[in-house]
């Protein structure tokens, strides 16, 4: 269900929905110790309709996601990265990074 017909439905704005899920969210992140990750998936993804994007670091044995991030760049793989290490995984033990091969 959309954000926006969970807002309709609850008789709030759409605004309060992103908020309650983005606290959620980060609580639910944050409490999650990660234990090493030795093969790190890497996407970007649209975020909402426009070029609004997110870089998504997810561990490959373990199908989870390890670190998020806005942006789709660079800067975007760093702070995934931060996020990353944040909870408790090691970068250095990294062992494989998949990732498409587009130019973003």
Known sequence: M???????RLS???????GIIRRHVS???STQPLD????LSVDETSAKKGHD??????????KKV????????????????IDLVIRG???EEVRTVTMDMSPS
């Open 12 to 18: 709030i704005g759409s605004k309060r929905v992103f």
């Open 53 to 62: 994007y997110v870089t998504i670091l997810a561990d490959r044995e373990r």
């Open 27 to 29: 609580e639910a992140l």
């Open 66 to 81: 390890v670190g998020v991030a806005v942006g789709k760049d660079y800067e975007g793989f760093a702070h995934a990265l």
């Open 89 to 91: 995984a090691c970068r």
């Open 36 to 39: 090493t990750v030795k093969e």
């Open 2 to 8: 959309s954000n926006s017909k969970i807002a309709e």
